[in-house]
């Protein structure tokens, strides 16, 4: 018996236990019968703008960023037969960073709506910069060359970024959290804004997972099965694009998302795309809501971006996984 479906659904009861109790944790804690009654019965107490204003549009930006990073993810390591590929590690959440920071500096403050359209751009650019580095030499692409560019593109991004915006005190003030991966009172505009490209991006996976479970056979036995690589590639990655430029134009650079995820995902999930994608959706925004959350429980006074614990969880998952892929002691 597939006990698959049970165990997605329990996932999801899961993220909605943890939304629950992510919109109790505050500078000042509130009831959870306050927060259904502020979404019920809003009466412009004080509360209740808190609950409407300030911790619903951050536990949804969690979602958006965990489910949009995770599933970005999974379909990067199917596209490049590389276990260590994310929209992190590959240089795709810089990318779309660095363009909104030059948006930003170089524009003045353009509206919410431009920004995930920089965020598009910078995504697209980084990932096809990545993918004909790595093409270079001998070989062609291959994971392990995929895997060096991407990093060391991630970073050129990153120092560059900080170059930026150390001349340039106004923006650095607007976006400091927001670079290390922040979901510091995010506006439910904001929110609203980004949420039908994620829908978007997450449909948009869901039709093709069963063209991703072929693409992660590899490109000999895709070809055989009669794939079109080169139109399936570009879906995909048309895919990724939206998914992290998304997350990335809400939240900032979130880190190792889409690394941890899909490997947890795997152990119950298996090798289908079909199922991988929803474990990943469910899985990605538990963990952004959890780590969130958790940050918000143990140090209330301050504001810690989510990217940090994300890269406290993921770098030694990081280097665990590296180990045991590449047979390194």
Request: aromatic share 6%; hydrophobic share 60%; net charge positive.
């Amino acid at each position: 018996m597939d006990r698959r479906p049970a165990v997605l659904a329990l996932l999801v009861l899961l993220l909605a236990a943890a939304a629950a109790w992510a919109t109790t944790i505050g500078s000042a804690p509130i009831a959870l019968g306050d927060i259904i009654a502020a979404l019920t019965r809003p009466d412009g107490s004080r509360e209740h703008l808190v609950v409407a204003t300030v911790r619903v549009p951050r536990i949804v930006a969690a979602m958006i960023v965990g489910a949009s990073l995770a599933v970005a993810g999974a379909i990067l390591q199917a596209m490049t037969g590389n276990p260590l590929a994310s929209p992190g590690i590959l240089g795709i959440n810089a990318g779309a960073a660095f363009a909104v920071v030059l948006a930003l500096v170089f524009l003045g403050s353009p509206s919410r709506e431009a920004h995930i359209w920089y965020a598009f751009a910078g995504a697209g650019v980084a990932a096809a910069l990545v993918f004909a580095i790595a093409s270079t030499g001998p070989g062609g692409a291959t994971p392990v060359k995929l895997a060096l560019s991407g990093a060391i593109f991630a970073t050129f991004l990153a120092s560059l970024t900080a170059a930026i915006l150390i001349f340039d005190a106004r923006t650095l003030g607007a976006v400091r959290l927001w670079t290390a991966g922040s979901l510091a009172a995010p506006e439910m505009s904001s929110v609203l804004t980004v949420l039908p490209y994620t829908v978007l991006g997450l449909a948009a996976a869901v039709v093709i997972s069963g063209q991703v479970t072929t693409l992660s056979l590899g490109a000999d036995v895709a070809r055989a099965l009669g794939q079109n690589l080169a139109l399936w590639n570009l879906v995909c990655g048309a895919c990724v694009i939206v998914l992290a430029g998304s997350a990335v134009a809400l939240a900032g650079p979130v880190g190792f998302v889409g690394l941890v995820v899909p490997h947890i995902v795997r152990l119950t999930a298996g090798t289908d795309y079909r199922w991988i994608i929803p474990f990943c959706a469910a899985g990605g925004a538990l963990l952004v809501v959890v780590s969130d959350a958790a940050l918000r429980h143990l140090m209330p006074a301050s504001d810690v971006p989510v990217g940090v614990t994300m890269a406290l969880i993921g770098a030694p998952f990081f280097i665990h996984l590296a180990r045991s892929r590449t047979g390194l002691r």
